[in-house]
């Protein structure tokens, strides 16, 4: 009960992250990818931190060397489009603690590492997933397009007219990104009573 508990703590927090963020596609999509980014190096950051049994000042050096991979990010971000990490600005540091909150539910000192870091990485990757799913929808209802990462800079694609999405851009503001993440929930949860209902039969 406490690791399904755990779970939903954890793809909700990292919804609400993504609502502060301007709803386009590739915004979002930076956020998620430096997520990853921080599960990936924070979970060998702080397996090395044990090993030297640095437990006592391992909160404080995680949040330092997190902070120091999301600096980085923001910078090689600038030199990708100035326009595009000025937009994300304070919001690029938002994956720092939700990766620490994640980070700290998921651990296990006795796991060794690979099978943590596999395990790590899964869990992410799945909360990824979901996350994608909820900036491919907030930006398609809000704005009727889907904004992509290229070379020269986000190219926005437009799919659905203009003239046809009046009332769906209720969700690119943040109260409808907040709802939007409720109903994510919503489903995630119906999913799962639906599968378990299933496996009983």
Known sequence: MQQKNNFYINVAVSLTMLVPVPPRFTYGLILVITFNLLILFGTLFKRMLEILRMQNVLNPLMILFLTSVDMLVGILLTYYDPLLSLSLNFVLFLPVFTSLIIGRLLANKDMPLFPLLKKNMLYSGFITLISLVFLFI????????????????????????????????????????????????????????????????
């Open 138 to 201: 907030r930006e398609l209802f809000g704005y009727g397009s889907i904004t992509l990462p290229q070379l020269t800079g986000p190219v926005q694609y437009q799919i659905i007219p203009p003239e046809h999405i009046l009332t769906g851009i209720f969700f690119a503001t943040i109260p409808g990104g907040i709802i939007l993440t409720a109903l994510l929930l919503a489903f995630l949860t119906f999913l799962k009573k639906l599968f378990l209902a299933v496996k009983e039969q």
